[in-house]
């Protein structure tokens, strides 16, 4: 018995029929159109098992490509029409990716504009690169990123390692520019006067007179 995953989405059609009500939009599921190779559909899979994911591969020929779906049990055929339309949908995913250059990817899959505005083709189908690719559109959490690097032997690499360590690096006291901003206010509370430690007026102060046995006379350097 197949491991079932489960699925955001499956075909309406199949479903509910002709009559079924028209498709609602759901910001936070992704449509992933995925050609039929096992280790680009291993990654879909392991998407799908994390985020709310619509599943298509495509074979065949670029003029004559042949379309499935995963209903969340099996694989169900799918014409280029009710895709092209969004007919076989419950509820229209936020985000549409494409995995294939355009060599491989046939050109009539991407004219889903109507029904889905968000769209990026991730050419490089190298796991490594599918998982980067994938995770920044989504995007992945930490949480993501640390299981998709277990589950696949990846090395996570902080990219803004190098500008975080140089803003470690950088000293408070290294700017060359003078500060322009105003002198804090709590400067002002650094003084030595004291209310009343002024003499009055009344009261002047009297010389200091110094005894002739008190004068100490210092020899000259």
């Not at 699925?7 to 059609?13: Q, R, T």
């Amino acid at each position: 018995m197949k491991k079932m995953v489960w699925m955001w989405a499956v075909m309406a059609a199949v479903l509910a029929g002709s009559g079924a009500a028209p498709a609602m939009a759901q910001q936070d599921a992704v449509l992933l159109v995925v050609p039929s190779r096992y280790s680009v559909m291993q990654v879909a899979f392991d998407v799908a098992r994390r985020y709310p994911t619509v599943l298509v591969s495509y074979q065949g020929t670029m003029e004559e490509p042949v379309l499935h779906v995963w209903n969340g049990y099996e694989w169900m055929p799918l014409s280029l029409a009710d895709y092209q339309s969004g007919a076989f949908l419950q509820a229209y995913p936020g985000r549409t990716v494409f995995l294939g250059d355009d060599t491989l990817l046939p050109a009539s899959l991407r004219s889903i504009n109507a029904w889905c505005e968000k769209v990026v083709q991730l050419p490089d189908l190298q796991t490594p690169q599918l998982v980067n690719g994938i995770g920044q559109t989504l995007p992945f959490t930490p949480s993501d990123w640390r299981w998709f690097a277990g589950r696949y032997n990846l090395t996570l690499t902080n990219l803004r390692a190098e500008e975080a360590e140089k803003a470690r690096e950088e000293s408070w006291y290294s700017g060359k520019d003078p500060v322009q901003d105003p002198a804090p206010g709590f400067f002002r509370y650094f003084t030595r006067s004291r209310r009343g430690s002024r003499r009055s007026a009344e009261a002047p102060m009297e010389p200091v007179q110094v005894q002739e046995g008190d004068v100490v006379e210092m020899p000259a350097p």
